[in-house]
């Protein structure tokens, strides 16, 4: 948890921990997803989900054969959604029955793409092929919305057929229907954009914040092309103005998109290998 204005932080959960048994998680490639619902923390991992208390006790943890390489995970109608990357597809998670019941797998061919519902937690189910790379999923009552590094744009689910919604730059993520537009990360170009739709509409563009070089740890991984300083991943919606995006090395900033500038922001670590991915906004006192 952080608070911006007195530029605070505090880490109530260290997943180094060595008591901590999250061998799910992928080997190093930490946790990124985390939803809330009511006194439940949702975060996954790369192949299990966890829940725990607001004090980060452990609640629970769930598992399913078709979950690989989990991203960011979204909540709607009693339901939570989960990317599972490695498979092309989206999970679903009942949170009263506290069990995986539902899963789609997105199916591409010469540029049409394809819904292919399936048993998550059956021996029979999708291939791990991670063609799209698909990353981001949100939810609302005109549907599913998917993105991925290489679907092409945000696609959306109506319940029978997956369509483009919107073309967007390549590398995007955290890509979600806002007011008559749609708000994403535009990662290639280290910035978060928000673009409205017909005449007039506004165009948003506000670069993440940078630091100087000198500053910066474990640049040999930079040099190595496994990590990068300005990668844009996370984003949380405050209102209709105001929006928080994460960014490396592990810094959150707040925007004003009326305003079309930065508020503010907090950086966590200048290690370069650490970045934010999922962020949520945090209800309890």
Not at 193 to 208: I, N, P, Q, S, W
Not at 218 to 229: I, Q, Y
Request: charged content about 25%; hydrophobic content about 40%; glycine content about 8%.
């Amino acid at each position: 948890m952080l608070d911006l204005e007195a530029q605070t932080a505090r880490m109530p959960l260290d997943w180094n921990t060595m008591d901590i048994d999250w061998r799910g998680r992928g080997a190093d490639r930490g946790l990124r997803g985390v939803a809330i619902d009511g006194e439940i923390v949702y975060i996954a991992a790369s192949d299990e989900l966890f829940a725990y208390t607001p004090d980060f006790v452990p609640a629970g943890s769930w598992r399913s054969p078709f979950l690989k390489h989990c991203h960011e995970i979204a909540i709607w109608e009693r339901k939570l959604y989960l990317t599972s990357t490695g498979f092309d597809s989206v999970l679903r998670f009942d949170l009263d029955r506290q069990a995986f019941d539902w899963a789609i797998h997105i199916q591409h061919a010469n540029v049409r793409f394809k819904p292919a519902p399936f048993d998550p937690l059956s021996d029979e189910g999708p291939m791990p092929l991670n063609k799209l790379h698909i990353n981001n999923v949100f939810c609302n009552r005109h549907g599913m919305y998917i993105t991925g590094l290489r679907t092409g744009g945000m696609l959306h689910f109506n319940g029978r057929q997956v369509h483009m919604a919107v073309e967007l730059p390549a590398g995007t993520h955290n890509a979600q229907p806002f007011r008559d537009g749609v708000i994403f990360n535009d990662t290639e170009a280290d910035a978060l954009r928000y673009t409205g739709r017909g005449e007039g509409h506004e165009d948003r563009a506000m670069r993440v914040p940078e630091y100087d070089t000198e500053k910066l740890q474990r640049m040999e991984f930079f040099e190595e092309g496994l990590a990068r300083p300005g990668f844009a991943r996370g984003l949380c919606v405050l209102s209709d103005r105001l929006v928080a995006g994460g960014s490396s090395p592990s810094t959150v900033t707040v925007y004003d998109l009326a305003a079309n500038e930065r508020l503010g922001f907090i950086n966590l670590s200048m290690d370069v290998r650490n970045a934010i991915h999922g962020l949520e906004r945090w209800p309890f006192d």
